[in-house]
C-alpha cells in the first residue's frame, strides 16, 4: 500500500471518528521508529480527554494501528 493510500485511509477514519462518534482520531508524532507507539493511533474522547483505547504501556496512549481503528469504528 503506499503512503497516499495510508493517509486517505486515515483521513476516512478521522472523519467517521469525529461524525459517528465524536471522537478524535490522534497519531503518535514519535519519531523513532524503535519507540513502542511508533505509527499507532488513539481515540479521543474531547468531553473527557482520556483514549478509548487502552494504553500500551504506562505512558503510551496511542496503542491501536490504522486496522484496529477502522475495526472498532465500524
Known amino acids: 500500500m503506499t503512503p497516499q493510500q495510508i493517509k486517505v485511509r486515515e483521513n476516512l477514519a478521522r472523519r467517521q471518528a469525529q461524525r459517528r462518534f465524536g471522537l478524535q482520531l490522534v497519531k503518535s508524532n514519535r519519531r ?33 494501528t490504522l486496522h484496529q481503528v477502522e475495526a472498532y469504528l465500524r
Open 32 to 64: 523513532d521508529r524503535l519507540a513502542p507507539d511508533f505509527g499507532l493511533f488513539a481515540l479521543i474522547n474531547p468531553n473527557t480527554g482520556k483514549a478509548i483505547n487502552p494504553p500500551l504501556a504506562d505512558r503510551c496512549v496511542h496503542s491501536w
